[in-house]
């Protein structure tokens, strides 16, 4: 299977920035979209952020202007480049990946979530 890990999130006050980085391992034959979501206590998992195979980028509007997405697919690796944070922002960030994977002699798609990395703002 394919397995993902985010890192970068953190607590930073009010108009900072962060960077999560969610990089895929495993037998990877292909990876297509890749998303950002989060999810605040009490509230449902939202996306924020979605990068294509073609990188076409697409935000919530909660969120454009101030977020970047980004990939290296040499990496396996997205990106979010957070700025201008706010109170708001505050969740548990989420990756997600679509794609393909060696299962044995097969190509098989494949959908993996990451365990999630908590960001913080204060005000």
């Known amino acids: 299977q394919v397995q993902l890990v985010e890192s970068g999130g953190g607590s930073v006050q009010a108009g900072g920035s962060l960077r999560l980085s969610c990089q895929a391992s495993g037998s990877i034959f292909s990876i297509n979209a890749m998303r950002w979501y989060r999810q605040a206590p009490g509230k449902q998992r939202d996306m924020v952020a979605t990068i294509t195979g073609s990188s076409i980028t697409n935000y919530a509007d909660s969120v454009k202007g101030r977020f970047t997405i980004s990939r290296d697919n040499a990496r396996n690796t997205v990106y979010l480049q957070m700025n201008s944070l706010k109170p708001e922002d505050t969740a548990v960030y989420y990756c997600?990946?679509?794609?393909?994977?060696?299962?044995?002699?097969?190509?098989?798609?494949?959908?993996?979530w990451g365990p999630g990395t908590q960001v913080t703002v204060s005000s």
């Open positions: 997600n990946t679509v794609g393909n994977y060696y299962s044995g002699s097969r190509i098989t798609p494949f959908a993996s």
